[in-house]
Each structure stands twice: as C-alpha cells, then as structure tokens.
C-alpha cells in the first residue's frame, strides 16, 4: 500500500515513468464510477430529499479533498469562539477509522482539547443531534468533518481547503484526492484556506479568485496553523520554545504528512528522521516496538508526532526518547471578521 506522500507523488503527477504513467490511467479508470455515485448522490440531497433539520443552529466544519486540512483545530476555534459568547456547544462526528462503539482519534483530541464540551460520536448523525438538543440542552451543533455528510441542514457551512493540495489535483478519488468535484464548493458558505503561510500573497490570491468564481456568495478567509505547545501523553505541557535548537525524530499518521512538516518547520528545531504511517492508524504494541529501535539509533533528543498520533499511543518515551505531540492552533491571517460575523448571528440572544 503506497504512504500518503507516495500517493500524493503518484496523483500529482511528481512520479514519473511508464508504471506510474499506468497506475494513473488505471486510477482514472476508477475515478468515474465513484464520480458518477457522487454526482447521483449530490443531487438527490439538492432537491432536498433525504435532509433533516434540527432545533437548533448547525455549524459544519469539513472539506473538499481527503484528510489533512485541519479539521479538528478548526472545530476547537469555532467551538471556543461560540463557548466565549455563552453558547452551550455539542460537537457531533461520524468516527471514522474506529471500531463500533470505541472514540476514534478526532474524538480523543477533541476530548483533551475541549474536555468540557459534550461530544457524541455516532455513525446515525441525525440521531446524535436529536439527542443532543434532547438531553444536553445543546443550543449550537458543532459537525465535524461534515461537508458530505448532507443529511443534517445546516446553518453554516465551513469548507478548509489545505494550501498544499487545495484542488485535490483537479481529480476526484482515486485519481486526485478529492472528495467531490470542487463545483461542490457552491454549497459553501465561508471558505477557509488552511497553512495559508506556505503560499506566497499572489499564489493565495490566485486561489481565492478560483474559489470565486466556483462559489460566489461564499465569504473566504486564510489561516495558518501554528505551534501551539507540547503535550505529551500524562498531560504535561511545555511551551513550544522548548524545542528550540533541539535535534529531533518525527513520525505520523494523517492525511497529508507535508502538513506536519510545515509545523515543524515553525518550530524552531532540527528534523533528522521522519516516518509516515497511514492515516487515522491505529498504532499496536509492535508498532511501538518498532519505534523504540528507530529513536534509539538516532542521536536525538527527543521524538515528535501530531496530538492525533499522541492520543492513540498513550506512552510518555519511545525507547530512552521523551515523546511529544505538537499541538497547534488556527491563526488568521484574513477574513476572521467575515467568519466572526457569520457566526454571531447563530449565537442564542
């Protein structure tokens, strides 16, 4: 199974030769039949069928291509900015790559991250937000990583678009890494363009003008993700500048492992190893015990991952080496009014 990056190599087109010519045409193959369940799809829900309504404001934080936008940070700004303005806040997700009935990594993060706030995570998502409006007396719904998941009528539709692949590479899974076409941006209330400070200003522009004309009445606003603190599994925090200088291993598993290294790019300490796992991996006891040899051999001080990884590994060391996540958090570099507005206007009087 090729890595994230490698899959990224190969779709966009940075792989050359005549078998990557050929897995190409072959992914082509398989993208139109997914494209076409898409279209049939998105179509049905824009006549309406099929789309539920609840008591109360819905926010949906989501995006266009496959994993790696930033979801979870954003989905704690928006439910900070709602708690500082008095809203009882519920935040709603699907699960994806857990088992029935166990939190997935989202759900965990979201968990150290927001422990105050109710989190219902279920695959019927109508139900959750009966349920939460029900019993907790939620007065915002909160979606995480929604933008497909149509059957709950929202309110405010927030669509993150990664600087690094904004367009999926013009192809829809398997071919490019898009969800849905981008035409689908339409349904878009407020566009986000997530690690905005890896563009320069005409390239961010450049983007902005095409998300115009796919989605006009939709507000845009950019963010970059920056390094926050660290963290690591028994709830010690460090500030960032603790790493400053440092030599350091890295690993991961998310979406789009670029993200990552841009982060760690911003945090002042030097990268000599870096391993990629699959996305939302659920790490076992070997694959800990694989690590422990990796970072051992290594003259580092001190091994890095993403607060998604810590919260599935729960260990403080990986071998002699102290293991930290990097936790970051949203910082807007435009269109914060825009979104500050749109929201203000589901906050309860």
Known sequence: MLSPSKFRALVSGREHGFLAALLRFTLRLAEFPYSLAISWRNHRYDTGAGIHRVAVPVVSVGNLTLGGTGKTPMVEWVVRWLLHRGARVTVISRGYGAPEGTANDEAMELAQRLPEVPHLQESDRVAAAGKAVATSGSQVLVLDDAFQHRRIARDLDLVLLDALEPFGFDHVFPRGTLREPATSLRR??????????????????????????????????EVDFRPHALRNASGIVEPIAALSGKTVAAFCGVGNPAGFRH??????????????????????????????????????????????????LEVDHVGRRPLWAVTIFPEFLAGQDALESRLARLVPT
């Open 188 to 221: 878009a209330d407020v566009v986000i363009l997530t690690r905005a400070g890896m563009l320069d200003p005409p390239s961010r522009e450049a983007i902005r003008q095409r998300v115009t004309g796919l989605a006009p009445r939709a507000d845009w606003a």
């Open 263 to 312: 982060t760690l790019r911003m945090c002042g300490c030097r990268v000599i190893a870096f391993r990629e796992f699959a996305d939302h991996y659920r790490y076992t006891r070997a694959d800990v015990e694989s690590l422990i040899p990796w970072a051992d051999g290594l003259e580092v001080e001190a091994v890095l991952c993403t607060h998604k990884d810590l919260v599935k």
